[in-house]
Nanobody, 123 residues
Framework: QLQASGGGLVQPGGSLRLSCLAS????????MGWFCQAPGKEREFVAT????????DYADSVKGRFTISRDNAKNTVYLQMNSLKPEDTAIYYC??????????????????WGQGTQVTVSS
């Protein structure tokens, strides 16, 4: 089970930190990712972090603004979101996968998803 939290309403240029707590699985074995889904759109890749020596992958739209990290001792993956823009508004989902990181820009390659947390960027 994955439980995401930390979303909310923030002004443009602001920051949020999303968290995703995993339970019922061996968290350290899984590659983890964040995706977002805006109304009427498909779930889109945001960032992934692999299970071993940290490697990261980011969507071009968030590079330099968002940072993904994980704490295996706490079974938690984070998404630090800085310099937020109105176009970042979406529901953000965390997911986990045992598949190689190279295929994890595609939502269907994740095994489990959290319930999502709403991020709204508006003045």
């Amino acid at each position: 089970q994955l439980q995401a939290s930390g979303g909310g309403l923030v002004q443009p240029g602001g920051s949020l930190r999303l968290s995703c707590l995993a339970s019922g699985l061996t968290f350290s074995n899984y590659n983890m990712g964040w995706f977002c889904q805006a109304p009427g759109k498909e779930r889109e890749f945001v960032a992934t972090i692999n299970w071993g020596v940290p490697n990261f992958d980011y969507a071009d739209s968030v590079k330099g603004r968002f940072t993904i990290s994980r704490d295996n001792a706490k079974n938690t993956v984070y998404l630090q979101m800085n310099s937020l823009k109105p176009e970042d508004t979406a529901i953000y989902y965390c997911g986990c996968s045992l598949l190689p990181a190279k295929v994890l820009r595609t939502a269907r390659n994740f095994h489990y998803w959290g319930q999502g947390t709403q991020v709204t960027v508006s003045s």
